[in-house]
């Protein structure tokens, strides 16, 4: 195998990995230069920045890209694949980004039924890459073919993908990061909110949070109820970020029980960093079997593989 650059560039931040002949990670680059952070949207100029600073613009190898830049959002957009289709499907069609310098493919995207609403179509970009990539690394870990059927990758639009034999028969999105977000940067709810902690550590109020999703009414209504209970002494604003990212992230592990249920596997969570460590305690505090993959090597597995299998 030649090197190959791996890039993950999503809507707010950028990773890109040299992978060499002997399937070794060489030198790294990441930032926050997500497809909407890149000034002007001049992203062969930033390409070509991270091949200087990653020591390769003089002879560049292979670049394969996953993520939003295969948007309509991003560099260009790479047509969506239907689901049920497999890893050899996706690497047969890969997009062929035109430039005389540089050999550029892009992950295509997967558009498939809604789990919930099977009469209605869902997207993914970025997440279908991550989900190959788990397969790989669960096969290589695992003696039995004993695989979950749910897998879950949380983020701003967290997904919840049923397995189908090796491919994405459909999935379900969650805006739960999103909708914290907003929550916590522009309602009323921001208000009532200390800022922003730099650890990892979880209080007890996320806990709490998590109870409040398994209540009837909802997460319009259990967000409001953090200002209500802290203007009238029940709650405090120190604790009131964890209880928050508790309802929301609580109540997208609620509307999946069923599922997971049905399923009778553990649930594959491919995570790191702080959302690993929520996502682990939900699942646990919930009494929810599940097995951690992590998410960068999810993503580079995938790629690889997909790079490798490309025609």
């Given amino acids: 195998m030649d090197d190959v650059v791996l890039i993950d560039w999503g809507t707010s931040s ?17 930032s926050d230069a997500g497809i909407m952070n890149v000034p002007k949207g001049n992203f062969l100029a930033y390409l070509t920045e991270t091949l200087e600073a990653l020591d390769v613009a003089h002879n560049p190898p292979p670049i394969l890209m996953s993520g939003m830049i295969g948007s309509t959002l991003g560099w260009c ?4 694949l ?12 890969l997009f062929v980004l035109n430039d ?51 897998i879950c990758i949380p983020g701003t639009h967290a997904k919840w993908i049923v397995e189908m034999q090796g491919t994405i028969d459909s999935f379900a999105t969650f805006m739960t990061g ?3 977000s907003v929550l916590s940067r522009y309602s009323v709810v921001s208000g009532v909110l200390a800022e922003e902690q730099s650890n ?20 319009m209504h259990h967000a409001f109820l953090l200002r209500a209970g802290t203007v009238t002494g029940g709650f405090e604003t120190s604790t009131n970020r964890d209880r928050l990212s508790g309802i929301c992230i609580g109540s997208e592990i609620a509307s999946m029980r069923p599922y997971i249920e049905a ?10 960093g702080v959302m690993r460590v929520a996502y682990e305690q939900a699942f646990t505090y919930f009494k929810v079997p599940y097995k951690t993959i992590d ?17």
């Fill in 263 to 272: 399923s009778g596997h553990p649930v594959t969570l491919i995570a790191s």
């Fill in 295 to 311: 998410a960068e090597a999810a993503t580079i597995a995938g790629q690889l593989a997909l790079h490798n299998s490309r025609s």
């Fill in 100 to 150: 005389r310098h540089l050999d550029i493919r892009i992950v295509p995207g997967v558009a498939a039924p809604s789990l919930g609403l099977p009469e209605h179509i869902d997207v993914m970009r970025g997440e279908e890459t991550q989900f190959f990539g788990s397969l790989i690394l669960r096969q290589s870990s695992e003696t039995s073919r004993d695989v979950a059927s749910l």
């Fill in 178 to 180: 999103e909708l914290f």
């Fill in 77 to 80: 957009e790479a047509p969506y």
């Fill in 14 to 30: 950028f990773r890109a990995v040299i992978i060499n002949e002997a399937g070794e990670i060489g030198a790294r680059s990441a």
């Fill in 200 to 219: 990892s550590h979880l209080s007890p109020a996320f806990f709490e949070g998590l109870d409040m999703a398994l209540q009837p009414m909802g997460v």
């Fill in 82 to 93: 239907t689901g049920q289709q497999s890893l050899d499907d996706f690497a047969k069609n």
